[in-house]
């Protein structure tokens, strides 16, 4: 009984090992057929899409599309100055839309099947609008300050071209005084020495005036004695001829 299952044992073994060698041909003329043919085993790397092929669409330009076709319903909105914050419902999805816009364009669009997400990202969306609206006034105001700033420094410069030409002019004035003012001074001083010069003159010509006069009236009485001979006095006890009887 053993020899027998033995030997119907060693008969399979060969069996399967008779097989095996004659299917190992049958391989190597396939791969070698394939080899002739061009053919090449499937590669691993994702081939790229066709260009015919959609790419997916987007939560934005979806948001966009429903809200044209009325397919959205708006939850709340958050507005502060150019930025607003939305929460929709689209109904057919069961889906919510957190979106934040600025100028009405979507800036950022949060898609999601979870409401309390949905909440939590409004509530981000809409504290973000409140900052950004901040700093957009910020800005402003501070655009206008530097506005006015950069007004105020032209008006300043002007003022101060301003004051330096009349500085400049006054300057000039001041020059033109001062070398005004010398040249008075010098002529005054030059009248002044002309005229001590033409005094001293007068002087020295009245004293040869004297002198000649001198020499004129020498010989010849006195000027006073000739007005009294000229005119001579009566005495009081002497009486006129017509005074008589």
Known sequence: MKATLLKT????????????HAQAPVSGASDALATQQGWSEPSLVAQPLA??????????????????????????STTADVYRAELSFFADGQTYYVALLQNGTYWRVVETSNRKRAEAVYVDFVARTVDLSDAQRRQTELEAANAATQRSL??????I???????????AQQEEVSTRQAQVAAQVTKLVSDNQDAQNKLVQ????????????DAGLPPEHLARSRRHPKHPKHLKTPGSLG
């Open 9 to 20: 044992t060693i008969v399979v073994g060969v069996q399967i090992i008779s097989v095996a």
């Open 51 to 76: 260009p015919s092929a959609e790419l997916p669409e987007g939560a934005v330009a979806q948001l966009a599309r429903r809200t044209e076709q009325g397919k959205i319903t708006s939850l709340r």
């Open 154 to 159: 032209v008006q300043a410069q002007l003022r």
């Open 161 to 171: 071209e301003q004051i330096r030409v009349d500085f400049d002019n006054a300057q």
């Open 205 to 216: 010509v009245k004293r040869q005036l004297v002198a000649l006069q001198g020499l004129s």
